[in-house]
């Protein structure tokens, strides 16, 4: 992870600079090895962080393009809560939703959202196809005000309604973008 100078932290693999306040990389990153503990080291720009990052091990999504960009497959906007207005990237396989700025979809302005794995949104790129399932947390998770209790296919436009925060799901596999 890198931090920019505003003190965010963000992942140099998925954005180009820092997703909530624009800065380019230019702060520390924190790599951990086998020990719980993480050690700070220096990055020069996001290139050499994130190959520092793959070297330990990480896994790799099967379904991203080699070249290391996660292709946007959709989005989920805020139509209801305190993030109202905002939209939030969808990448192919699972991303992870709640309150931390680690998930992939990080609605920070709901605390009705647990913080780690509320729910999760899945496109499968064989299939076409987005599926929302419940995460780890307690919180509930509604589609379309039915409650999700097992993972669910979603279609363009269903709405994600998570503490007090209701999504929509604009999906772009189309005839022209389509990875």
């Known amino acids: 992870?890198?931090?920019?100078?505003?003190?965010?932290?963000?992942?140099?693999?998925?954005?180009?600079?820092?997703?909530?306040?624009?800065?380019?990389?230019?702060a520390t990153v924190e790599e951990s090895d086998a020990s719980p503990k993480t050690r700070p080291v220096r990055a020069i720009d996001a290139a050499p962080a994130a190959a520092r990052i793959q070297e330990h091990g990480v896994t790799k999504a099967l379904h991203r393009e080699p070249t290391g960009v996660s292709p946007v497959v959709g989005?989920?906007?805020?139509?209801?809560?305190?993030?109202?207005?905002?939209?939030?990237?969808l990448h192919a396989e699972k991303n992870f939703i709640g309150r931390s700025h680690a998930m992939d979809?990080?609605?920070?302005?709901?605390?009705?959202?647990?913080?780690?794995?509320?729910?999760?949104?899945?496109?499968?790129?064989?299939?076409?196809?987005?599926?929302?399932?419940?995460g780890d947390s307690s919180g509930l998770v509604y589609l379309n005000d039915e409650l999700v209790n097992t993972p669910v296919q979603m279609n363009g436009d269903d709405v994600l309604e998570l503490g007090s925060t209701k999504v929509v799901l604009v999906p772009l596999h189309t005839s022209k973008a389509q990875w």
């Open 75 to 89: 989005w989920l906007v805020c139509i209801e809560g305190p993030d109202k207005g905002r939209d939030f990237r």
């Open 1 to 26: 992870m890198i931090r920019c100078a505003e003190g965010h932290f963000w992942d140099p693999a998925k954005h180009s600079a820092c997703p909530w306040c624009g800065v380019a990389a230019q």
């Open 105 to 134: 979809v990080a609605i920070t302005g709901d605390e009705a959202i647990s913080r780690d794995k509320h729910a999760s949104v899945t496109f499968d790129p064989k299939k076409k196809a987005f599926w929302v399932a419940p």
